[in-house]
């Protein structure tokens, strides 16, 4: 039988009803003709604390904050797409979304648990400076873990000049479109293999190596969790 696809996605504006929700909303849309089952998570209504840095999410698996952080990681970690929209501000993407990485943290830098073997598409709104940097840095979530490459199913940056995205039925199909290719992606297999290949060599000779014996040598201590995790996945021995 065939797996039900599912994708989410991840707004941070903090405008429920603004430019990045309405392309976001678009994009789903899209993923949903294709089948797709979808999830829309709006970052504001949640509640995520700062990351703290201490690293204990190494140990434990988990970050040991008590806030709504787990919840939308548990959403995250069951999909097979996801899409991060966020608007341009100071030319890259919002601190609502930077909170949210920050807390994925370096967990998520050696596991992968998130973002490992899914397609991700990055989305962001501006005035009309910035947004197509925006939009890659976002998708480039798919491509920051060590032990196991994401793929970036597409970006959609635009600057709108202050008007209002939800009359242009021009942009509204890019986005919808982007929606309908990640889940084409999926169904594919798509491997993209270009895509990254400098940093994925990188990572493949020096990055690897290294995180390797750092995580071995302390996996019964400080780097427990991270082991755990990349044993599950067999991407460790
Ligand atoms: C703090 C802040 C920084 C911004 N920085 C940029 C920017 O670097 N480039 C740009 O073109 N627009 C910038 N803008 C404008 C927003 O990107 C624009 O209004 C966008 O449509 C907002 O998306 P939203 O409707 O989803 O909130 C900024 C707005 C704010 C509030």
Not at 67 to 94: K, M, Q
Request: charged letters at 25%; one cysteine or more.
């Amino acid at each position: 039988m065939k797996k039900d696809i599912r994708i989410a996605g991840i707004i941070s504006s903090p405008k429920f009803n603004g430019n990045t929700s309405t392309l976001v909303r678009e994009a789903l849309k899209g993923a949903e003709d294709e089948g797709a089952i979808i999830t829309e998570i709006f970052l504001p209504q949640y509640r995520i604390e700062h990351c703290t840095g201490c690293f204990r999410c190494l140990a434990e698996g988990k970050c040991h904050i008590a806030d709504d952080f787990e919840t939308i990681r548990n959403v995250l970690c069951d999909t097979d797409g996801i899409i991060l929209g966020s608007p341009t501000h100071a030319f890259t993407f919002n601190s609502i979304m930077k909170t949210l990485w920050d807390r994925l943290g370096f967990f998520e830098f050696l596991t992968c648990s998130v973002a490992g073997g899914k397609y991700v598409v990055g989305i962001s709104a501006a005035l009309g400076m910035g947004h197509k940097k925006a939009a890659k840095e976002l998708a480039s979530f798919a491509t920051t873990g060590v032990f196991n490459r994401g793929y970036i199913s597409g970006i959609l940056g635009v600057g709108l000049g202050g008007k209002e995205v939800a009359n242009n039925t021009t942009i509204l199909k890019r986005a919808r479109d982007l929606g309908r290719k990640i889940v084409r992606d999926i169904i594919r297999g798509e491997q993209y293999p270009l895509q990254n290949p400098y940093s994925r060599l990188i990572k493949y000779f020096i990055l690897q190596p290294l995180f390797r014996k750092i995580i071995l040598t302390d996996k019964e201590d400080k780097t427990k969790g991270v082991y755990s995790e990349l044993k599950k996945k067999g991407l460790i021995k």
